[in-house]
């Protein structure tokens, strides 16, 4: 079966980094669409940034320029490096991953940026 597992969320200041990981199991990842997705308190869930199956990516325009999505498709991980954090990107960052026609979410992990 699928299983996909966030990690790398925490508490860090305005203006730090984190880098997100979402390890996967049961899917070939270099054969699918990556999606990260985050929601924050009160608000409805937000799409971050893509990687298709071709490499190419997309990103919201609230992230663009500080946010990178990439795979490591050898060790079945896909990452999201965020850089420059501010207050509003305090959320729970959820991947999903898309493979023929099915999606599949992880639980999510949690990021607070506050000084």
């Known amino acids: 079966q699928v299983q996909l597992v966030e990690s790398g969320g925490g508490l860090v200041q305005p203006g730090g980094s984190l880098r997100l990981s979402c390890a996967s199991s049961g899917i070939i990842l270099s054969t699918a669409i990556v999606d990260w997705y985050r929601q924050a308190p009160g608000k409805e869930r937000e799409f971050v940034a893509r990687m298709t199956n071709g490499g190419i990516t997309d990103y919201a325009d609230s992230v663009k320029g500080r946010f990178t999505i990439y795979r490591d498709n050898a060790k079945k991980t896909v990452y999201l490096q965020m850089n420059s954090l501010k207050p509003e990107d305090t959320a729970v960052y959820s991947c999903?991953?898309?493979?023929?026609?099915?999606?599949?979410w992880g639980q999510g992990t949690q990021v607070t940026v506050s000084s």
């Open positions: 999903n991953l898309q493979q023929s026609r099915r999606g599949y």
